[in-house]
């Protein structure tokens, strides 16, 4: 019985052009985009609260660091997902957007924020796995 709901799984990915091997999947680049601890916190942020300077994400991220934050931040603006905008004072103020290649995801982001407010209703939790 396996064997043929896998063939026919295989056969309906196969009639949609779904069956992709992982580089050529159109979601690769994207998840390798937004993934990693913080990336889709940080998303999410500048696309409830707006444009934010450094240390105003860095508050508003409890346990992050410096160091990961600047390297999630530019691991976003190489993905053309957020912007950075450079105002030469001393010292620089650095304000960083959403991009609208990045704003493509409000819904994306909209809808996993809803998920989250629900199980966490629930009462589920990650180091748990599931409600409490």
Known sequence: MNDMMDQEIKGR???????HTPGQCPMDPLLRAVS????LYILWLLRSEGPQRF?????????ISAKML???LRGLEAAGLITREVV???PPQVTYAMSCRGAELHRALDGLHQVAEKWQGEGWTLEAGGPQ
């Open 55 to 63: 240390g105003a994400l860095k508050t508003q991220i409890p346990g």
């Open 88 to 90: 030469p004072t001393i």
């Open 13 to 19: 990915a196969a009639s949609k052009n779904l069956a």
């Open 70 to 72: 600047t390297e999630r």
């Open 36 to 39: 990693g601890r913080w990336t």
